[in-house]
């Protein structure tokens, strides 16, 4: 059954935001979980060659965040700007050689993470202005009160083929199921606010760092096994998490690829099938680019 939801009651907000220069400092080095020293790009800017449906572990980079890193100059605005975009909204460019160019968001970080064609991210650059059409932040399931959305365009809930099952649950297709234990830095953060960063991901180092996760991509939706997310986010045995990964590899020890919370409640709401499909690349083809 489609969902019902009351999203004929929430409001659309334009929100602006510019493309965020990559940082550093003249210390340069962090150091990895088997202690090695490296310098490699990551978070800001534009990054290339990455996005929805693609590897998100295996890459010499630093907390990997694709497509574009947005944020506000102004501290507040730019609150508002993490808290009320939502996975799936729509993001157009203003500024720039690709003015009038649309993509959409994978998550948060500590920038709102866009995804957009790469022949457009190829002609973006460090300043250029964009507007966020904020929409889903407030959205709720009638059919499943002890649910709670989180960031999640309403739209994107049908992409993702996410229905009420014949048994009453919630039915929620996932690429991949990720333990308790791999839960690392943004557990209780705020769960509108950045994501949760996964252990157990460190393609290429030791062993006994893997959790078997190294096969995540970029727009997998995930489960969070033993943790809610409903006000904040924290380990919970008998909840349950949906989460998308909107960041990739990251060898610092705490960290790695990492989901933005959509759905949060007690396990016995859900039913949980794997999909190996459940990604924002096929989610995005069905939802299109259109405000």
């Not at 490296?38 to 907390?63: C, E, I, Q």
């Not at 157009?92 to 022949?119: C, N, W």
């Not at 989180?150 to 996410?162: H, R, T």
Request: hydrophobic fraction near 40%.
């Amino acid at each position: 059954m489609t969902l019902s939801t009351n999203r004929n009651r929430l409001l659309m907000q334009i929100l602006t935001g510019e493309v965020w220069p990559a940082l550093g400092d003249r210390h340069a080095y962090r150091t990895d979980a088997d202690g090695a020293p490296f310098v490699l790009p990551g978070m800001g800017g534009v990054t290339l060659g990455v996005h929805p449906g693609d590897d998100a572990t295996g890459y010499a980079a630093d907390h990997l965040e694709p497509g574009l890193s947005i944020r506000h100059r102004e501290e507040r605005a730019n609150m508002a700007l993490q808290f009320l975009t939502c996975v799936g909204n729509v993001v157009t460019v203003r500024t720039g050689p690709v003015a009038g160019a649309a993509g959409r968001v994978i998550g948060q970080h500590a920038y709102v993470l866009t995804d957009f064609a790469e022949s457009d991210l190829q002609q973006m650059c460090t300043g250029d202005q964009v507007v966020v059409h904020a929409y889903g932040q407030g959205l709720k399931l009638t059919d499943h009160r002890e649910i709670v959305v989180k960031n999640a365009d309403p739209d994107l809930l049908d992409g993702l083929g996410i229905t009420t099952g014949a048994d009453g649950r919630l039915r929620v297709p996932v690429a991949a199921r990720v333990p308790a234990e791999a839960v690392g830095a943004g557990t209780g953060m705020y769960s509108e606010y950045a994501n949760t960063d996964l252990m157990g991901a460190y393609a290429g180092q030791g062993e006994d760092l893997s959790l078997g996760l190294e096969v995540l991509r970029i727009g997998d939706v995930v489960v969070l096994e033993d943790q809610d997310h409903r006000y904040g986010r924290g380990y919970r045995p008998g909840y349950t998490t949906i989460g998308v990964i909107s960041t990739g590899h990251c060898r610092l020890f705490g960290h790695g690829p990492g989901p933005s919370t959509l759905l949060s409640g007690p396990t016995s709401a859900f039913d949980v099938v794997d999909d190996p499909g459940a990604n924002l690349s096929n989610a995005f083809a069905a939802m299109g680019v259109s405000a």
